[in-house]
């Protein structure tokens, strides 16, 4: 499902950050960082499906501890997107390989 996701929204990021004058990676970094923030479900990930499997869980017991990190894991990227990733690199401008001109 991560691969799937994130070849459906990052073509549509790219797009739109171009169309709004954003550096594209400001947009396609948490994106592709939170698709791997499946935690909540048995069909998830594997390891999900492994651990639901012994029948010591119910879908109800993983979706209350999947809430809280996933949670954790929307602010923990917010934090390292607007303070490392934004120095590291340079989101604060519009890339010129990311300035696409189109012909008549």
Same mark, same amino acid.
């Given at each position: 499902?991560?691969?799937?996701?994130?070849?459906?929204?990052?073509?549509?990021?790219?797009?739109?950050?171009?169309?709004?004058?954003?550096?594209?990676?400001?947009?396609?970094?948490?994106?592709?960082?939170?698709?791997?923030?499946?935690?909540?479900?048995?069909?998830?990930?594997?390891?999900?499906?492994?651990?639901?499997?012994?029948?010591?869980?119910?879908?109800?017991?993983?979706?209350?501890?999947?809430?809280?990190?996933?949670?954790?894991?929307?602010?923990?990227?917010?934090?390292?997107?607007?303070?490392?990733?934004?120095?590291?690199?340079?989101? *604060?401008?519009?890339?010129?390989?990311?300035?696409?001109?189109? *012909?008549?």
């Amino acid at each position: 499902t991560l691969f799937r996701s994130t070849t459906l929204f990052l073509p549509i990021l790219a797009s739109m950050a171009q169309a709004i004058g954003i550096h594209p990676l400001y947009i396609m970094l948490p994106c592709t960082l939170s698709a791997s923030l499946a935690f909540m479900l048995p069909v998830a990930t594997p390891p999900n499906a492994i651990v639901f499997g012994y029948g010591q869980l119910k879908v109800v017991d993983m979706a209350k501890a999947g809430f809280l990190l996933n949670i954790l894991g929307v602010l923990t990227i917010t934090l390292a997107i607007n303070t490392c990733a934004y120095a590291m690199f340079n989101l *604060g401008t519009f890339p010129t390989w990311a300035n696409v001109t189109r *012909g008549p």
